[in-house]
């Protein structure tokens, strides 16, 4: 446990602020649903840190009184303010023909996604790697911004993070009882909604690679024979921030044959986002072999076939955040 050393310079406390960020980037973003705003929080319990770290008392480690500050800095940005989503939140799929995306609605609806790079420890080990990765999923995000905010805070105490029950009353001002309530009802909004379905996190293995591959390859040839190949039947399609999302292979592959036609041509660049494999989409902007970023991929996988796809189109929020370029050439390796 880290603690606070009595005349700990500026530049020490620096330090040991700075090495709990990525983690409390990751408990800041399941609060909050957004990669930015989550970030903000972070600064802001940093600054709040800094400024009242004289008044720390030592009687937990440094890391537990980080993460008091986090979750009241969230819980205050949270008053008020409307739940995020995914399309799959808000209605049901398009059903029949599909001629144009639909309804647009603001930034502020939606989940983003993030960097794994920005929540994973640089220096946690395969099985914490693992938990993040999973905790971060853009399905158990989602299910999570039904919580009211307090039994989202004290589910992802208890159940995430792996506080005492008296910890969390202790943060919260309530007692052990309340806690322990909150927790069950939050238990049971979550099993009563639906999770995007994919498998547990596990290290890229030779299978996962080549479906990956695959996709690329097919995706970049637009061939939607091989495409369709890659999915399960009940596969899953959104596109924040449009309203619409699709369910099955035949709704999904006559969109990209109609309004998504323009797709014909993109290149990928793979990243990854929420513990999960995504690509930096650019489709083809007609000038001179130039490409333009289009959309951030991220997949779900399951036995083999893919079984969600959520297009994120916030390119100008998102793609700097994943180090991606605002344009491709040609004459552009891939991942330059």
Do not use: K
């Not at 008091?68 to 739940?83: P, S």
């Not at 238990?187 to 690679?209: C, I, N, S, V, Y």
């Amino acid at each position: 446990m880290t603690e606070l050393a009595t005349g700990t310079s500026s530049g020490d406390l620096d330090r040991q602020l700075e090495q709990h960020r990525r983690e409390l980037t990751a408990h800041c973003y399941r609060m909050l649903g957004s990669a930015h705003e989550a970030e903000d929080a972070v600064q802001e319990t940093m600054v709040r840190a800094w400024r009242s770290h004289d008044r720390f008392e030592g009687r937990s480690s440094l890391r537990s009184w980080l993460y008091r500050i986090a979750t009241n800095v969230c819980l205050d940005q949270l008053r008020g303010r409307q739940r995020r989503a995914l399309p799959m939140d808000l209605g049901p799929a398009m059903s029949g023909a599909v001629s144009e995306a639909g309804s647009v609605r603001g930034e502020a609806t939606w989940i983003e996604p993030i960097p794994d790079e920005r929540v994973v420890p640089e220096d946690a080990d395969p099985a914490e790697v693992a938990v993040v990765r999973e905790s971060v999923r853009l399905g158990f995000i989602a299910a999570l911004q039904r919580l009211p905010a307090r039994q989202r805070a004290v589910l992802l105490l208890r159940e995430v993070l792996r506080w005492r029950a008296a910890e969390v009353a202790e943060l919260l001002d309530t007692s052990v009882a309340s806690v322990n309530s909150a927790l069950q009802r939050a238990r049971a909004t979550l099993a009563d909604g639906h999770l995007a379905e994919g498998e547990p996190f596990q290290p890229m293995d030779d299978e996962q690679q080549a479906l990956l591959t695959r996709y690329l390859d097919a995706f970049e040839r637009y061939d939607l024979d091989e495409l369709t190949a890659l999915m399960r039947d009940d596969v899953v399609q959104s596109m924040p921030p449009y309203e619409m999302w699709l369910a099955g292979v035949g709704a999904i592959r006559a969109f990209w044959l109609g309004p998504g036609a323009p797709c014909r041509g993109s290149r990928l660049l793979p990243t990854v986002a929420n513990g999960r494999p995504a690509f930096g989409q650019y489709r083809p902007s007609g000038q001179g072999g130039r490409h333009e970023p289009w959309a951030l991929q991220v997949l779900e996988i399951s036995d083999g076939r893919i079984v969600g796809f959520t297009f994120f189109l916030d390119i100008d929020r998102v793609f700097p955040m994943f180090g991606l370029p605002l344009r491709l050439d040609d004459q552009d390796p891939a991942g330059s």
